[in-house]
């Protein structure tokens, strides 16, 4: 490898300093210090890892059930184990020709022939070859990056003539230990060292399981990085300025109309949030918002009243959501409500024609438009509102980043910004709430309106589904409505069309009487539209559905819901479909199909949803099996800001870590934007949204 490609393939990584390498932690440690018998590894099974070694005493190419290559390796025991690829190079072939000796480290599984090793690492060395005295580190990396290269380049940099200064203590010793008062924590350098080349003197299970103080140090630099960033967003917000609304009703009247004529009062939970974000609306700086509850909750009438509140001091409103059925409810239900009060709105979509557009552009530009609804068409170009005082945000966590910033550029002509509010139906588990949001107030609608009966969840065998028809048949008998919603095919959009398309002539041919719809993502935003609205209206009796439905529509008669072959779905969409069912008083009912082969995380998903209706314990249990990434929207989790924390477990840090923040913010704020520096660069933009 020549120091060019060398170099090259490490820009890749992103890794263009020594102190980028240093700072390129461990994803995860091999142990490979210890050797075990083939018997004692056999002996073990349940996908434990062991290493072993023996000489290759059969190869041979299979083909059934499909083309594998099986090796079996005999120890000096006598013990013998299978191993099996099922992608391989000739190379691979002749590296483990008979009688060669191996050395393999694979986990251990219950084959087909009995304990094997599928895909194991192997070395080809002599049985007496010495074992490392200590963890081996790996790295991620990507295609064309060898681990070794990685770990080359890391070794340099810890040359480097100026790693002292590189690797410098930024952070006063006397507040870390005043903060972390019981911890003994290393240099940053010294923890660094650990990490990547651990000594056979360190306790190696806790540098596995990042529980050693090493680990412990650069969680806690790493974690500081985003606190203090987050709190400069903070301070930035409320140095900007937006419209302060009294929070007294100016002369209209209107809120109390608007009040009287709804046809139910609002839950405490409610009322609590509406307070909130009134006196949010009060002040002269913006309000960053989150108005958190769980599907059914009552989100949208807290936005009307705000939305109402502003227009009521002769401001405009906007509420965005992110597709065009949910805009499309917004819409409808709103003008419902504030039309009869005679609040202007204006409606736009990408979908709109071209002269629908222009009318709807013109009615915002103009200020007609008291309230603009609409899907991100409302942020483009062409758009733009003379008076904006405030924004409601839908389901935000699905808008891009830079999508939620031109809204708040919007009333830059007046020089003010708007006060946004997000709405969001995915309980954000604490711990990630005050890493990923310090600059967010929160709001939480923790109570559903009174009168729902809950949902009686029921897992059944995808065998039984021509059994279900009679249940179906007896929920329409009493008027209701149905969603069936057909299983996701993430390999191939045009195979799930496809299902969906059978499953809605299977209905209809079993159910000639019935009126059965067909809705799914390839159907224009006009059609889509149209669909639901028959569905609302009751036309449609019975809605086959992609998941395109899964947030936010609301048709409270639809008391049954079917998800087929729902081990496919994450929690987070079975919980989002599955409350679209039990929005009126009307006993409502989901069923989970399931097909025979359920992993086992699929079938602790599903008993979960079976048990519990909770939002934050399913979120809860979403957190821990894919990480904040995917609950916040990528962007929004600042990527890989936090990768050496598992939040779960030590949320104690996070508060520590907070407290450190603001202490260095308020007595040293050199020290923090040179902490800021090392740890985040230019990655600290991400976090400004
Ligand atoms: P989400 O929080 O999921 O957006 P919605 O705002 O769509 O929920 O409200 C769900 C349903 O509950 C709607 O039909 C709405 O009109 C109704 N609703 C909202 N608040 C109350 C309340 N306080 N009492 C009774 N029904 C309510
Ligand atoms: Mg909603």
Redesign the pocket.
Known sequence: MTKKASSTSLEKLGLHSNLDCILHLPIRYEDETKLSTIAEAVGAFGGMTFQVQGSVVRQEVLFRPRRQLLVVIRDEEGGELFLRWLNFYPSQQKQMALGQHLRVRGEIRDGFYGPEMVHPTVKAVPPSAPLPSTLTPVYSTVAGVGQHIIRQAIHKAFQAPDLQALVQEILPEDVLKEVFLNTSLPTLLSALKTLHQPSKSDDLDSIQNRTHPAWRRVQIEELLAQQISLLQVREKRLARQAVAMQSQPVQSGILDQFLKKLP????NA?AKSWQEILEDLSRPYPMNRLLQ?D???????VAALAALHCIDHGYQAAIMAPTEILAEQHYRKLSNWLSPLGVEIAWLTGSLKAKEKKEAQEMISSGRAQLAIGTHALIQEGVDFPKLGFAVIDEQHRFGVKQRLQLQQKIDGVEMDCHQLMMS?TPIPRTLAMTFYADLEVSI?DEL??GRSPIVTKLVKNERRDELIQGLLAELQKGRQVYWVCPLIEESEVLQLKTAVETHAYLQNALPNVSVGLIHGKLKGVEKNSIMQDFAEGKIQILVATTVIEV?V?V?NASLMIIEHAERFGYAQLHQLR?RVG?GSAESICILLYGSELSLAAKERLQTLKETQDGFIIAERDLALRGPGELLGAKQSGEAMLRFIDLQKEAWLIEKTQQLAKQLLTSYPPIAEKHLQRWLGNRAEYLKA
């Open positions: 139910f009062q609002l839950t409610q509850g599907v059914g909750s009552g989100k949208t009438v139906a609608i309106p009174p936010g609301d409270p409350g929005r």
